[in-house]
């Protein structure tokens, strides 16, 4: 079984490192892509060490390439010929994928609103709660976007997943320039400031697994 | 929660690493999908963390949010 940590741009040498399981890492170029895989035993599991293992291959590349497309864990291929005719058959998209990604890394951020004291006066009915409770997620959902917004604007791409609920107001990734990140992290303590009530918890700078899919936003 | 918040910095990156590697990053059609057990717990976990990050001042004031080597931003 292959598993592709990921797709690459100009990556002369593999990293020295094993992969996942101890397997070694191999590597297929095929129309300018260098497709980064280990053949897997068929029972090697998906844990936490795979994660990590996979994860530390993809930083590895992010070292030594132009480009990386990190691969997401899960799939998995028959045999290196299934690895060589998917990676051709989408070989345009990568590549534009891979222009996308270029020389950038990706900050995570969710933003969270501290568990809620309780406001002293019960609410007197069913109806008052659910009107409560739409008009405050209708207020979060508005300083959601007042908070992304001024960060999109400093970043070549961003996603963002609906809140989870909990008090998660936020939840995004941007994609950005290596050296925008200062920049966009100066906006971000800016928003802090004038958010005091909100809780930011920013992770990163990541490899671009948020923006290595094909046009997704 | 008397540790300091260096391990539950660590926690929830380690966290958010697992949430990108197992759902985002690129598919290439055409192949396997095995089954991931234990994920939900992961994610339970996850939701976890964060409501208890209200608790950390300023995760992003310190690289130790960073798990991994340095990535193309060191460059």
Redesign the interface.
């Known amino acids: ?1 292959i598993h ?1 940590y ?2 690459a741009e100009g990556l002369a040498e593999l990293p020295h490192l094993t992969g996942i399981d101890g397997a070694d890492l191999d590597r297929l170029e095929l129309e300018g892509l260098d497709v980064v895989f280990s053949d897997l035993d068929e029972d090697t ?4 060490e795979a ?2 293992q ?3 291959v993809v ?2 590349l ?2 030594r390439c132009d480009a990386v ?10 045999g290196v010929h ?2 060589a ?3 051709e ?2 070989a345009g998209q ?1 590549r534009d ?1 891979l222009d996308r990604v270029e ?3 990706e900050l ?1 951020l ?1 933003v ?1 609103e ?2 809620q004291a309780s406001s002293g006066h019960a609410p007197r009915s069913g109806t008052d709660y659910l009107q409560a409770r739409l008009a405050q997620r209708r207020e979060t959902a508005r300083r959601a976007l007042e908070l992304h917004e001024p960060l999109s604007r400093l970043a070549r791409a961003s996603t963002t997943r609906e809140g ?1 609920g ?3 107001v936020l939840d995004a990734a941007y994609l950005l320039a ?1 050296q925008e ?1 200062d920049r966009f ?1 100066e906006e ?1 303590g800016r928003l ?1 400031e004038s958010e005091r009530d909100l ?9 671009p ?2 923006f ?3 046009e997704e936003t | 929660m008397n540790q300091p918040d260096r391990p539950l910095q660590h926690e ?3 966290l ?3 949430d ?15 089954s ?3 994920v939900d717990l992961v994610y339970v976990g996850l ?1 976890l963390l ?2 208890s ?2 608790t ?1 001042e ?3 004031d310190s690289d130790e ?11």
């Open positions: 079984m592709v990921a797709i599991g998906v844990d936490e994660v990590l996979h994860a530390v930083e590895a992010m070292e497309l990190p691969g997401r864990l899960g799939p998995r291929f028959a299934a690895v005719a998917a990676v058959a989408q990568l994928a020389g950038c890394v995570g969710r969270l501290p568990p989870q909990r008090g998660e290596a990140v992290r971000l802090e809780n930011f918890v920013v992770t990163g700078p990541w490899p697994y948020s290595a899919a094909a | 929830v990156t380690l958010e690493l697992v990108r590697v197992l759902n985002k990053g690129v598919v290439l059609s055409g192949d396997i999908t095995l991931v057990a234990g939701r964060l409501a990050a209200g950390v300023r995760l992003q949010t960073r798990l991994l080597a340095p990535a193309a931003s060191s460059r």
